[in-house]
């Protein structure tokens, strides 16, 4: 089991390398008839590329995806859809000198006990532009959701210990930070460039919410959809922790302020507070989605760190000079926090199809 592959009825199957010729996706069990073009993918594509702005890599790459099957004069066939990003920028030379050196928090020794080899050019496998793959996929994913009305909004909320007061979502693609409330973006990028230009690095945290969401979605048991959500974004190298609605402000809440009581709106059964993040016994009630997940520091820094090559023998690892590397990963990971969201969605909503049909 090589663990490339995501969803049930809505499947996709990544492949590819930070430094290989390219990187793709496979889709499976897209319905026919779905409008579709590279031009739409690639608006998402271009939210995800490096080289936006001062606060990411300088890589340039410009992440073009082609539609290589499955679409035929602008609509989905019901076959498989593939999807290719060839790589134009990766210069594999800086690598040489770390071939044999286990990077500190990277993927390089888990690898290397697994496989017993690894690709060491840009973290292979493990690299985070293996995402771009997901963020295409996640645009088909996203305009089949449009279909029914679903809407899906990922937003930076933290950077460091600098927290957002408010909620905007018209102010998310209006800063280099994606951050929702405007009044905090600016004090975000300041503290990424303050670090970038030491050389180190950031975290924080981004909140996704997913809007009309129909009811009913997600099984029983170990197909809930909180799970399956939280495997989708805890399989995002970068992501830590996840936590829905309350999360775990619940530690601190009594039975009588958790609960999210019914009542009747617009002749629609809502809930007067959405503690439970639009989720009930693993099944979506109809409120809002809302959950929060905690994004690392990006690893690769230009501060010297103690580590071991792979015979044990102690190192001190530094990256090369002209390595390029995000600051802070937020920014870039918002577009495949949406991409993910809605490949789950999506999966969930065809397979619900076939449980109910009305």
């Not at 492949?15 to 031009?39: F, N, R």
């Not at 409120?287 to 090559?309: G, H, N």
Request: hydrophobic share 35%; with cysteine; glycine share 10%.
């Amino acid at each position: 089991m090589a663990g490339n592959s995501f969803g049930t009825l809505f499947k996709i199957t990544t492949w590819g390398e930070s430094h290989g010729k390219g990187i793709g996706a496979t889709i499976d069990g897209c319905p026919s008839g779905l409008a579709i073009s590279e031009e739409e993918i690639q608006q998402e594509l271009n939210r995800r590329k490096p080289g936006q702005s001062k606060l990411t890599t300088e890589r340039k790459e410009t992440d073009r995806v082609h539609i290589m099957s499955g679409v035929f004069d602008g609509k989905t066939t019901g076959t498989a859809i593939s999807l290719v990003i060839f790589t134009e920028d990766a210069d594999s030379s800086k690598y040489e000198s770390m071939k044999d050196i286990y990077r500190p928090s990277h993927a390089d020794f888990t690898y290397d006990q697994k496989y017993g080899f690894r690709d060491y050019r840009g973290s292979g496998r493990a690299s985070g532009r293996e995402t771009a793959a997901r963020v295409a996929a996640g645009a088909i994913a996203k305009k089949l959701l449009a279909g029914i009305g679903a809407q899906i909004y990922a937003y930076v909320i933290q950077i460091g210990d600098i927290q957002t007061r408010r909620v905007d979502f018209e102010a998310i693609e209006q800063n280099s930070v994606r951050c929702a409330d405007p009044d905090c973006a600016p004090e975000m990028e300041s503290l990424i460039l303050k670090l970038k230009a030491v050389g180190d690095s950031v975290g924080g945290k981004a909140e996704v919410t997913a809007l009309n969401v129909p009811t009913g979605l997600g099984d029983p048991v170990f197909d809930k959809l909180d799970a399956d959500l939280a495997k989708a974004m805890l399989s995002i190298g970068a992501v830590k922790a996840i936590e829905f609605g309350a999360g775990f402000d619940v530690c601190h809440m009594q039975g009588s302020q958790y609960n999210d009581q019914f009542i009747r709106q617009n002749d629609h059964l809502v809930t007067k507070t959405n503690h439970a993040g639009g989720i009930l016994g693993g099944i979506s009630n109809g409120m809002p989605i809302v959950f929060r997940v905690a994004v690392k520091p990006t690893p690769s820094i230009m501060i010297a760190q103690q580590t071991v090559d792979r015979n044990g023998q102690p190192r001190l690892f530094q990256l090369p000079a002209g390595s390029r590397h995000d600051p802070c990963i937020l920014p870039r990971i918002i577009p495949v926090l949406e991409a993910m969201t809605a490949l789950v969605l999506a999966d969930k909503w065809l397979i619900q199809k076939t449980v109910k049909s009305s």
